[in-house]
């Protein structure tokens, strides 16, 4: 299996500009998570799926954060606007639930997307 | 090119008894190191970080890691496990210093027993 599959690996943009961000989940998983990273704090859990379904968006920051996931193999986190302190690096990871909504089985991350907002 | 191995996929121990979580990585400079858990329902954790500063980290809930440079190792420890710290522990490098990039280890399951 190749992994947990995110594009692109780095990003460059302007403040205002639309950003989006993509992530291919390991082939049969069914519950997909949008983390950022930064230094001072860490992971911080933006958003999770369950079998394609939001289970939990109360990590996303603001209103300009926003994700879907239209189908298993698929999920995308756009910024609109973005702004200089979205510059992070922003994982997605996989894992496989035994039961609805609750993601007790180990995460499988992808690369990561540095996403820099000038 | 940088990587982790966490030696064991699942560790068990009773509680009061102290855990040991095993990291090893590889690195072509010096790394910055990590571990996080994740619990059940939960998002992941920071337990500690380690940057080049003291090589002994403590961190959250009792836990600790102490950096080895001569054995590429980074373990995590805890003195006397309790129930509560049943979950999964990952060991994590980051690529610089800045941990713009980081590569997760496959985690390792800690069960705790009474």
């Known amino acids: 299996d190749a992994g947990v599959i995110q594009s692109p690996r780095h990003e460059v943009t302007e403040m205002g500009q639309e950003v989006t961000l993509r992530c291919k989940p390991i082939?049969?998983?069914?519950?997909l998570f949008w983390y950022r990273q930064t230094m001072m704090r860490g992971l911080e859990l933006l958003i999770y799926?369950?079998?394609?379904?939001?289970?939990?968006d109360s990590g996303m920051p603001e209103d300009r954060f926003s994700a879907k996931m239209p189908n298993a193999s698929f999920s995308t986190l756009k910024i609109q606007p973005s702004e200089p302190r979205d510059s992070a690096v922003y994982f997605c990871?996989?894992?496989?639930?035994?039961?609805?909504?609750?993601?007790?089985?180990?995460?499988?991350f992808g690369s990561g997307t540095q996403l820099s907002v000038l | 090119a940088q990587s982790v191995t966490q030696l064991d996929s699942h560790v068990s121990v009773s509680e009061g008894t102290p855990v040991l979580l095993r990291c090893n990585y590889s690195?072509?400079?010096?790394?910055?190191l990590f571990w996080y858990v994740q619990h059940p329902n939960k998002g992941l954790q920071l337990l500690l970080k380690y940057t080049s500063a003291a090589t002994l980290v403590k961190g959250i809930n009792g836990f600790e890691a102490e950096f080895k440079k001569s054995e590429t190792s980074f373990h995590l420890t805890k003195p006397s496990a309790h129930m509560s710290d049943a979950a999964e522990y990952f060991c994590v490098v980051s690529e610089d210093q800045a941990g713009t990039a980081l590569i997760f280890g496959k985690g390792t399951t800690l069960s705790v027993s009474s």
């Open positions: 082939s049969g998983h069914n519950s």
């Open positions: 799926f369950n079998n394609n379904v939001p289970i939990d």
């Open positions: 690195s072509s400079y010096s790394p910055s």
């Open positions: 990871a996989s894992s496989l639930s035994r039961r609805q909504g609750l993601p007790n089985e180990k995460l499988f």
